[in-house]
């Protein structure tokens, strides 16, 4: 399975424990060693499972739950730097989470025929895995986002319709 199909099948537990370990982790060693770095995984789960309100929620939350940490221990600094070290952590993390959306958003998008496509020399019809043969428009549609209008070229305007086809 790739790695953005295994992430967008994840469920909010996934992110909530994910979380949850890190911010456990995070108070346990204190002020001066951080993990801050790591809410990147929750903020990624979060983003991809659930959209980018999730992910920019969970990149909101995760840092000023952990400002909150700050009541408990020795402040090595002021507040004033806590808040702007928590702001630019909700910054960078939200943009992160707008990054994975639309990374998830574009593989979504694509879809790609591969292989060999047995197709019909004389009425282009393609023979799918059950070994029936089907017109290339129905074929490629049903395993494509792509959709298909019908014209003609020159060439074929001029043999079916030399009349209207300069």
Known sequence: MEPLKLVAS???EHW??????????????GPFI??????????????????LIGGVGVAILLPLIRLSF????????????????TLVDMVILSGFAVTIDQIVRQQRQIKVLEGMLPIC???????DQ???WRRLE???TERSEASFTHTFCE???RIHYPGLVD
């Open 155 to 157: 060439q074929c305007g």
């Open 34 to 51: 951080q993990f801050p770095i790591l809410f990147i995984v929750p903020v990624a789960v979060a983003t991809a499972a659930h959209g």
């Open 130 to 132: 059950d070994g029936e």
């Open 10 to 12: 994840a469920r909010v």
């Open 70 to 85: 700050f009541l408990r221990w020795e402040l090595p600094s002021s507040w004033a730097m806590e808040w702007v070290d």
């Open 138 to 140: 129905a074929f490629i």
């Open 16 to 29: 909530v424990i994910a979380s949850a370990v890190i911010l456990l982790l995070d108070y346990v060693t």
């Open 121 to 127: 020399g004389f009425c282009k019809r393609i023979r």
